[in-house]
């Protein structure tokens, strides 16, 4: 499962540590920057042709093209279950989502991580680890999956590929410093491409009201026992006036609900929700986050609504698009 900010208003009051309870390994947090992956596989010859000459250098792009049976490393690419076929290696980037976000209650971020690659390495395993983050947020995070055979470890997680080189997680932090930290994306077989990204985090704030759900639109990944089935994984702020702090606020998303066949979760500081509708207790600064997954989801738009449960009852709408698994880069 997993689990979001607009401009901000200076001189906050004080804040009190909100209520965490029940929360999931599954969650969200960040800033982003995609960064390219890491140079051209290994041996790939030099040697250009002969000045005059009309053919190309061996194991050259265009000669690996003309020479499709070749066994030359320049020509083979990786060797990862995905592979490249030939030429320099395929670019990946990495990013966080919300950016930057508003940390919420006891300094806590939640963000999504997307890591978007070529097609071309499907079925590849990919780390994402964060130490930097880690060390600001009183030494660990917590990364979460919807695939089977996620491999979780200190400030990290290892997930495949989708048939479009896409994975998508969430992340979670309490108790983090403000300020950037850096995340790392990394293929653990060759072409070995890697990709850093930042999450940016601010301070508690009060925001401008409203209920927003990041990364929107989000293009669902998994298409394979192995990556997933149409998974999603989003961030959803919702944001009221300071007078409501300690009070509940209440998402309703049937929309989203009915969309996600596999069925879906929240995680807020309240714990853990299954249907369609979930609650939260608003910090000192009016603002209450959910971390949102769901899988067998179908491509579309959903309303989503929020409720504050005490006062005037104020309610916010926005709408949320999942798009199909396409390729992203």
């Known amino acids: 499962m997993i689990l979001s900010p607009p401009q901000r208003k200076t001189g906050a009051p004080p804040r009190r540590r909100a209520r965490l309870s029940g929360f999931v390994s599954m969650v969200v947090l960040v800033g982003v920057v995609a960064v390219v992956g890491v140079g051209a596989g290994s041996g790939v010859a030099s040697a250009s042709a002969a000045k005059g000459s009309s053919n190309p250098a061996k194991g050259s792009p265009a000669w690996c093209k003309k020479h499709p049976g070749s066994k030359l490393p320049a020509c083979k690419g990786g060797s990862g279950s995905g592979g490249g076929s030939g030429g320099p290696n395929p670019t990946m980037t990495v ?18 991580v997307q890591v978007e690659t070529s097609a071309s390495l499907a079925g590849d395993t990919v780390l994402i680890t964060t130490s930097q983050l880690a060390a600001t947020c009183g030494g660990a995070v917590l990364f ?16 495949v590929l989708d048939d479009d080189g ?9 108790n983090c410093a403000p300020g950037p930290s850096t995340v790392e994306a990394d293929l653990t077989v060759a072409p070995f491409t890697s990709a850093l990204g930042v999450v940016d985090a601010a301070a508690p704030v009060p925001t401008t009201a409203g209920v927003t759900g990041f990364p929107n639109p989000e293009v669902e990944t998994g298409n394979s026992p192995a990556s997933g089935e149409s998974d999603v994984f989003a961030v959803f702020y919702v944001e009221t006036d300071p007078v409501y702090a300690e009070q509940s606020v209440q998402i309703d998303a049937d929309q ?49 609504l929020a409720d504050v449960l005490a006062g005037t009852n104020p309610t916010y709408t926005s709408t949320y698009t999942i798009d199909a698994p396409a390729p992203t880069i």
Do not use: H, K
């Not at 979460?144 to 979780?152: D, F």
């Not at 896409?166 to 309490?174: F, K, P, R």
């Open 95 to 112: 990013s966080a989502s919300p950016s930057p976000l508003v940390e919420t209650g006891q300094s806590e971020v939640y963000a999504v």
């Open 144 to 159: 979460g999956s919807l695939q089977a055979g996620a491999v979780y470890g200190p400030d990290s997680v290892q997930v």
């Open 166 to 174: 896409n994975a998508t997680v969430s992340l979670y932090g309490i």
């Open 256 to 304: 989203l609900f009915y969309r996600c066949l596999g069925g879906i979760t929240w995680i807020s500081n309240q714990g853990s929700f299954a249907g369609p509708t979930a609650t939260a207790t608003l910090d000192n600064d009016g603002n209450a986050v959910f971390a949102f997954s769901g899988s067998s989801c179908a491509a579309g738009s959903s309303d989503v």
